[in-house]
Every structure is written in C-alpha cells, then in structure tokens.
Nanobody, 123 residues
Framework: QVQLVESGGGLVQPGGSLRLSCAAS????????MGWYRQAPGKERELLAR???????NYADSVKGRFTISRDNAKNTVYLQMNSLKPEDTAVYYC?????????????????WGQGTQVTVSS
C-alpha cells in the first residue's frame, strides 16, 4: 500500500519558520513529481510548490521567496521549508505525489495525497 505521510506542522509566531516533511512509502517504482498544497477554511485547495524528478521547481506567487521545496531521493521524502510565515499562511498543508507504483496489476501511475498537517501562524 502506497502512503504519503506528512509531519512538521504546528503553531508558529508570525515571522517564524517551519519545515514540513512528506515521506512516501510502498511499492514505488518512480516518483515523477511531488508537491505541496494547502487549504484554508472556506477556501479552495491551492498549489504552493512542485518539484519534478529532475528537481525542477515551481512556486505559487504567494509563497515565492519565502518557501523552498526540496527532495531526498534516497528517502523518498519531500520537504517544504517555510520562512517569514504570515497569519494568512494558516491552513492544512497537504503533500501530493505523482507516483509510478506496481502491484498485481502491473505498473500504474497515479496521484496520491497525504492526510494533511495543520499549520497555524499566530501570536
């Protein structure tokens, strides 16, 4: 069973930093790309950052210059370093993976989601 497990959320003061981690496990043949999304109450889920298998990154304008996505291929883990946090960054943060996996049916590529981790920015 393929799983994405996030960690690292919590409460931080404005201007502070957090680092989120997302570990992928299971019968993974290839991680095509991974990304981070967030969803605040009453708002749609938005893409924050994405990193490809070749380590190309892209960011939403709202986090560019403050957030950095990176990956550790040996650990099948992606990180989101969040600096200069603002109250409007408060949301549930989700990890997303475009993974090629294998099972009794053979190889398949599909999108997986983590369970989400709460980030609250407040004084």
């Amino acid at each position: 069973q393929v799983q994405l497990v996030e960690s690292g959320g919590g409460l931080v003061q404005p201007g502070g930093s957090l680092r989120l981690s997302c570990a992928a496990s299971g019968r993974i043949v290839r991680i095509n790309s991974m990304g981070w999304y967030r969803q605040a109450p009453g708002k749609e889920r938005e893409l924050l950052a994405r990193i490809t298998s070749g380590s190309t990154t892209n960011y939403a304008d709202s986090v560019k210059g403050r957030f950095t996505i990176s990956r550790d291929n040996a650990k099948n883990t992606v990180y989101l370093q969040m600096n200069s946090l603002k109250p409007e960054d408060t949301a549930v943060y989700y990890c997303n993976g475009d993974l090629t996996t294998y099972d009794s049916g053979g190889l398949r590529a599909r999108i997986y989601w983590g369970q989400g981790t709460q980030v609250t920015v407040s004084s």
